[in-house]
């Protein structure tokens, strides 16, 4: 059974950082992309960025220059580096895995809090 961890969320200033981190275990087969979901209350869930297995990243216009998405292969672990925070950034945060046989995977989501 595959199972996402995720970890890092919690309560920051406007301005403020967090590292998010998620953690793959399980059988899981050759995963292609990895990446992060957020949803707000009432919002539906977006897409945030997600990283390729060579490296190739993409990013919502909302994060960009403000937001790092980056991936250790060997220990299926994916990380969310979120800097310069807004209000508007507040979420949970979801890790999203796409496998190359198909398989599509998420964490329990962990909650993000920016204070303005």
């Known amino acids: 059974q595959v199972q996402l961890v995720e970890s890092g969320g919690g309560l920051v200033q406007a301005g403020g950082s967090l590292r998010l981190s998620c953690a793959a275990s399980?059988?899981?087969?050759?995963?292609?992309?990895m990446g992060w979901y957020r949803q707000a209350p009432g919002k539906q869930r977006d897409m945030v960025d997600f990283?390729?297995?060579?490296?190739?990243?993409d990013y919502a216009d909302s994060v960009k220059g403000r937001f790092t998405i980056s991936r250790d292969n060997a220990k299926n672990m994916v990380y969310l580096q979120m800097n310069s925070l807004k209000f508007e950034d507040t979420a949970v945060y979801y890790c999203?895995?796409?496998?190359?046989?198909?398989?599509?995977?998420w964490g329990q989501g962990t909650q993000v809090t920016v204070s303005s």
């Open positions: 999203n895995i796409r496998t190359t046989s198909g398989g599509v995977y």
């Open positions: 399980g059988i899981i087969s050759r995963i292609n992309t």
């Open positions: 990283i390729t297995r060579n490296g190739v990243t």
